[in-house]
């Protein structure tokens, strides 16, 4: 510096953003359609719902403030919040609300929503009753409604009204970070919203990096290029839990995989042949050699034990290859089955297939595996174009909810969306609508008991663990909020001071 020159300030190095290291998405991603835990986890950076769900499952304030219900809960009324504005600058009304409701309860646009509006709330159904209050007048009795409206059900962003395009060109939303760039196969960047009703936005930009599978994204963050991994299994990752590098975000769910067989033709067509195949499974032991105990037993439906109307009286399904057998000899199947068992690369998912293989070997039952990218495996997610529906014996992963009402009427019901086993049962339709209708946590548990007898009975699927859902960050990222349903609220999020 020349003598006598004045100092010049130097300028303050940028900000690094936070970076999350996730599964890279499959498919567009469309608040209409989206349905793997990746996609649902872009939206929730600049979407926001009605409500949002606590890790405790417990419904809080979101762009709505008041809900209440009728005496039989066929209508909900919800007040919005004053003064939100969408990305674009306008402000958030009734109509945004309404116009969201209705697309996503069309049977037309073909919605993954319908898994949760289906047979509860119809195009029509919403109005608004002032520019800040909605209505929603339901088909049927649903006590649980406001999840609907929530987190919980990850498609229910609310858009502006006029809304119609390409999503992904801006994903438009009101809520704490916009878009700055999305790369479908590389990553995305989010900026600070200095707009947001919630008030001040901690990180001034997020980056999320795509990965093909969970093991990169463990090593991005050991070597510090990443600071959150979205969500790891345990199987492949276990050192994470005690890396004094490392804090493990840890939530016990209702996420799990199911075992789907159909029900409507041979050889899975008789319940004997389904409960053989339960029987056949070991299940402390996969849980504690795939997931090192990192959740807890399933029963067969999935009415988690996290679920407090769930009935644990009920007994727990235990190994019996004996018995197994026997069923397929009163089955007529004595000498054999053989059967083509397809599922997604996935987590651990493609280690259980391998393991239901062997239990079935062990029984007389001879399964090919086929393993699938996840689009191959979901298509379209509609029957007759999707080996997830199609399949004769299939492993699917079912993320969690907060009450399993979702995972009830479109699994199991007669016209569920996602009935990958064909199941029907009028008594199992009845049952799943009088837990829906259900106003006290008694009557719920009694709905809630009967539909775990059933299914156990019946066997259209095989749900051999629940598993927790499991975040890991740097040791100096705090503000994390996660849900176990796969997203993350990070408006909070950034590194504390060294």
Do not use: K
């Not at 345990?234 to 769910?253: F, K, M, N, Q, Y």
């Amino acid at each position: 510096m020349l003598r006598g020159a004045a100092a010049l300030p130097l300028a303050a190095a940028p900000e690094r953003p936070l970076r999350i290291a996730c599964d890279m998405p499959v498919g567009r991603i469309d608040p209409l359609t989206v349905s793997q835990t990746s996609g649902l986890l872009m939206l929730a950076q600049t979407g926001e719902f009605l409500l949002r769900v606590a890790p405790d499952g417990s419904l809080r304030p979101m762009l709505a403030v008041h809900w209440e219900s009728n005496e039989d809960a066929t209508l909900w009324r919800f007040r919005l919040r004053p003064g939100v504005r969408f990305h674009d600058g306008t402000v958030l009304n009734a109509g945004d609300v309404v116009a969201t409701m209705d697309r996503l309860s069309d049977p037309a646009q073909a919605s993954n929503a319908l898994s949760v509006f289906r047979s509860v709330l119809s195009p029509g159904g919403t109005r608004a009753a002032g520019p800040l209050a909605v209505e929603f007048r339901l088909d049927a009795p649903d006590g649980h409604f406001p999840y609907a409206v929530s987190s919980d059900n990850y498609n229910a962003i609310i858009l502006p009204a006029g809304r119609a395009g390409d999503w992904e060109a801006d994903f438009i939303g009101t809520g704490p970070f916009r878009l700055a760039h999305y790369t479908p196969t590389l990553g995305a960047r989010f900026e600070r919203n200095p707009d947001w009703w919630g008030g001040a936005v901690r990180p001034a930009a997020t980056e999320f990096l795509f990965f093909a599978d969970q093991q990169p994204q463990i090593l991005a963050l050991l070597g510090d290029e990443a600071d959150i991994v979205a969500q790891f299994v345990v199987s492949g990752a276990r050192g994470l839990l005690d890396d004094p590098a490392c804090h493990v975000i840890r939530l016990p769910s209702a996420a799990h995989r199911q075992i789907h067989m159909r029900t409507d033709r041979p050889p899975f067509a008789d319940a004997r042949v389904r409960r053989a195949v339960a029987l056949s499974l070991d299940r402390p032991a996969i849980l504690s050699g795939l997931l090192y105990g990192q959740g807890v037993l399933g029963n067969d439906s999935p009415c988690a034990p996290i679920y407090p109307e769930t009935d644990l009286a009920v007994p727990q399904r235990a190994a019996n290859p004996g018995a197994a057998r026997r069923l397929l000899a009163e089955a007529g199947q004595a000498g054999g089955i053989a059967a083509t068992l397809v599922t997604e690369r996935l987590q651990e998912i493609p280690d259980l297939a391998v393991i239901v293989q062997q239990a079935c070997a062990a029984i007389g039952i001879a399964l090919e595996i086929r393993v699938e990218d996840p689009a191959l495996y979901y298509g379209t997610a509609q029957r007759g174009s999707s080996d997830w529906l199609d399949s004769d014996f299939g492993i699917t992963d079912y993320g969690h909810r907060a009450v399993p009402d979702v995972l009830l009427q479109a699994g199991f019901a007669s016209n569920g969306a996602w009935n990958a086993a064909h199941f029907r049962d009028p008594r199992c339709d009845s049952l799943i609508a009088a837990y829906r209708a259900a106003r006290t946590a008694a009557a719920r548990r009694a709905a809630s008991r009967a539909i775990q007898e059933l299914l156990l009975a019946q066997t259209p699927v095989i749900i051999p663990y629940f598993f927790d859902f499991l975040v890991a960050t740097r040791r100096d990222v705090t503000g994390v909020s996660a849900s176990a349903i796969g997203q993350l609220f990070l408006a909070g999020a950034g590194r504390s001071a060294a």
